[in-house]
């Protein structure tokens, strides 16, 4: 039932499972005697099922969807010329401030995750995590995208192919260049990239507390179409048993 996740243990250093949840709650001995050999477990499932279980949700996903159409690929009129967008080959080797900057994109992507709200999480979890990212990627073979200004970048988003469709994994404007549609058009380009691939249909996900986000993606045509609760649970602290 509790899947054991090789690379969190190792980057973490300690023990680490995930229990995905199905339709219904699954025998919670037979579940609590398992995770006995672990530190830390996400459980993962519908909200109502992550409750029942008596687990404490840490943050709740929302996965969303985009069917790309014509007006999608056209270029945002209102662009600042000085904004500078082009694909990254990520199989050379970085400058120095590419290094910096990016790390402190990546560092933006992740404010709300749920690495970073867990506050019981106290052995730099978050930041080991997305220290992993550049690897990542490569061995995922994402397409990578970014905003320039003066040569400095300011915005990225990874993406890549997925079961038939592309999807998101980090995205992100710097703080100071927010609001000047910069994102818009990094999205954008990921639009173009995938019609001319052949596919029309896009997927992210993002936490819902993240009402920014969520409100960007809702103006330009996502859609939610799942909503999955997530629990740290360290079995030292035990959910209570509902009768």
Not at 56 to 69: C, E, F, G
Not at 178 to 184: A, L, N, V
Not at 186 to 203: D, P, Q, S
Not at 205 to 230: C, V, W
Request: charged share 25%.
């Amino acid at each position: 039932m509790i899947k054991f996740l090789p690379f969190d243990t190792s980057l973490f250093g300690y023990r680490v499972g995930k229990l995905q949840l199905g339709r219904c709650l699954p025998d919670l001995d037979s579940v609590h005697s398992q995770a006995e050999d672990f530190d830390l477990i996400y459980v993962m499932g519908k909200p109502g099922l992550v409750k029942l279980g008596g687990w404490s949700p840490i943050s709740t996903r929302v996965d969303l969807v985009k069917n790309i159409i014509k007006s999608d690929l056209v270029k945002v009129s209102d662009f600042h010329e000085e904004v500078e967008i082009s694909e990254m080959v990520i199989s050379g080797n970085l400058s120095t401030s590419d290094k910096k900057e990016l790390r402190e994109l990546v560092f933006t992507s992740g404010q709300w995750s749920r690495f970073k709200q867990d506050l019981l999480l106290e052995n730099q979890e978050y930041e080991k995590l997305y220290s992993n990212w550049w690897d990542t990627i490569k061995t995922e073979k994402h397409k990578v995208v970014v905003a320039r200004i003066s040569g400095k970048l300011v915005g990225f988003i990874t993406f890549k192919l997925l079961r038939g469709r592309g999807h998101v994994d980090l995205f992100a404007v710097k703080g100071s260049e927010q609001g000047r549609g910069i994102g818009r058009q990094l999205m954008r380009e990921v639009f173009v990239n995938l019609n001319a691939c052949g596919f029309n249909l896009l997927g992210l996900s993002t936490q819902k507390a993240n009402e920014r986000a969520m409100d960007f993606y809702k103006k330009i045509g996502f859609h939610p179409i799942k909503e999955t609760l997530i629990a740290h649970w360290r079995p030292g602290l035990k959910p209570q048993k509902v009768h």
